[in-house]
């Protein structure tokens, strides 16, 4: 039932561009995305609920194809703060509270 | 003034033991959750809460109960304790089905 996350890792030298993928076999009310620095806690990026959205924060920023139910994590211009492992959670439906998360892409940014 | 506050963010403990880990969150959310992150990072998730309403996760081994004396507490508590249960356990809260969660800092168990 977890989504399946790709790539699994990733490393780009700062300034350089990245996109994380997210892909549900089932129908999806929501797709969260999170950071998570080593030895620390996952930080909450953004939420993007059905019927398709995109967001944006700062540099970074996600879409959500509801059709698909497949979301994509956009990085850009990359720094080295970038770095961490990135997961993607869903929801299926709005009140179940069982966000499932994926198994994580590993983000490395370099000088 | 933490949002979500976890105790103790270390516990090592033999097998066989029961240990409870305590979360508490200051931010009025209305749901409360138990996440365990393995070795790989997984998270998985355990349990929620949100108005005295409990849904498990059917994985879970029944030797991990929550506990929640009020709206802003969640307790852990682990009987038996196995190799297996070492992990690091993350509470969380969220205000509604429109926002993300907020992870306390986490607890890692390690049971020898």
């Known amino acids: 039932q977890q989504p399946v996350q790709s790539p699994q890792a990733v490393i780009l030298r700062e300034g350089e561009d990245a996109v994380i993928n997210c892909s549900s076999s089932k129908a999806l009310y929501s797709v969260h995305w999170y950071r998570q620095k080593h030895g620390e806690a996952p930080v909450f990026l953004m939420i993007l609920l059905k019927g398709g959205e995109q967001k944006g924060h700062e540099k970074i920023s996600a879409s959500f194809n509801e059709k698909k139910q497949q979301s994509s994590l956009y990085l850009t211009a990359s720094q080295l703060s970038y770095s961490g492992t990135y997961f993607c959670g869903t929801e299926r439906s709005a009140n179940n509270n069982d966000m499932r998360f994926g198994a994580g892409t590993r983000l490395t940014v370099k000088p | 003034d933490t949002a979500v506050s976890q105790t103790p963010k270390y516990l090592v403990t033999q097998m066989g033991n029961d240990k409870s880990i305590k979360c508490e969150q200051n931010l009025g959310h209305d749901t409360m959750y138990w996440y365990k992150q393995d070795s790989k990072k997984f998270l998985k998730i355990m349990f929620s809460y949100n108005n005295k309403e409990l849904i498990i996760n059917e994985t879970v081994p029944n030797r991990f109960s929550p506990k929640s004396p009020d709206k802003a507490h969640l307790n852990l508590h682990i009987n038996s304790l196995e190799l297996g249960d070492s992990a690091v356990y993350f509470c969380?809260?969220?205000?509604?089905?429109?926002?993300?969660?907020?992870f306390g800092s986490g607890t890692r168990l390690t049971v020898v």
């Open positions: 969380a809260s969220r205000p509604g089905q429109y926002y993300g969660y907020t």
